[in-house]
């Protein structure tokens, strides 16, 4: 190998080196819109690929979030025997089939075992499974497993009712169809009062709006 040729492949070798590689994410979102019949590099378009791909990070951080970590050490023996419930939780997440939002509330009641948790936790927990591709079925499910897990309660009751855009704007496009889902555990699903009570304190006597 000639000067030249070395020299040209000692720079080439600090080049690579010293420029991080390209992250793919905006590429693909420019390829989208070109499929759509759109040009990523017109006024409107041009820092929309580095937009979405900090919207989706943001929307979908919950991939890199633990339960165990949100709730840290706010854990507490506490001889409290009675239901606590934390109604009307905000969630908002995307269906994991079109990519699209769904949002509304949740709800969350669990029966002490000598242990309770603070309170801003519950939301917290709720966040790390909210903000992911998801489907709501499967989200009711995740809060109330991941309650027991950690606290090891008598029991977990879980209701999320939502809307959700891939039913309101397209598709069936019904626009005030809400969906509720449950996820009962332990006195919750196998203690008629119990259940009873925790739909009570989920209504607040009344039925979902």
Known sequence: ????????????SF???QVPPTDPFQPLVRGML????????REGL????????????????????????VIGDAIFTEKHESMICVRDIEIYSLCEHHLLPFFGKAHVAYLPN????GLSKIPRVVEVFARR???QERLTDQIADALCRVLKPLGVGVVIEAYHLCMMMRGVEK???????????????DDGKTRD??????HGGRWLE
């Open 15 to 17: 080049h690579e080196e």
């Open 133 to 135: 591709l998801q489907v």
């Open 175 to 189: 626009q005030n169809s809400k969906t509720v889902t449950s996820a009962l555990r332990g006195a919750f699903r």
């Open 1 to 12: 190998m000639g000067r030249d040729e070395m020299k040209s492949a000692s720079l080439h």
């Open 46 to 69: 041009r820092e929309t690929p580095a937009r979405v791909e900090a919207s989706l990070k943001w929307l979908t951080r919950g991939y890199q979030m633990a339960v165990e970590d």
């Open 34 to 41: 070109e499929q759509l019949g759109e040009d990523p590099k």
């Open 114 to 117: 000598g242990k309770i948790v």
């Open 197 to 202: 009570e925790f739909l009570r304190l989920v």
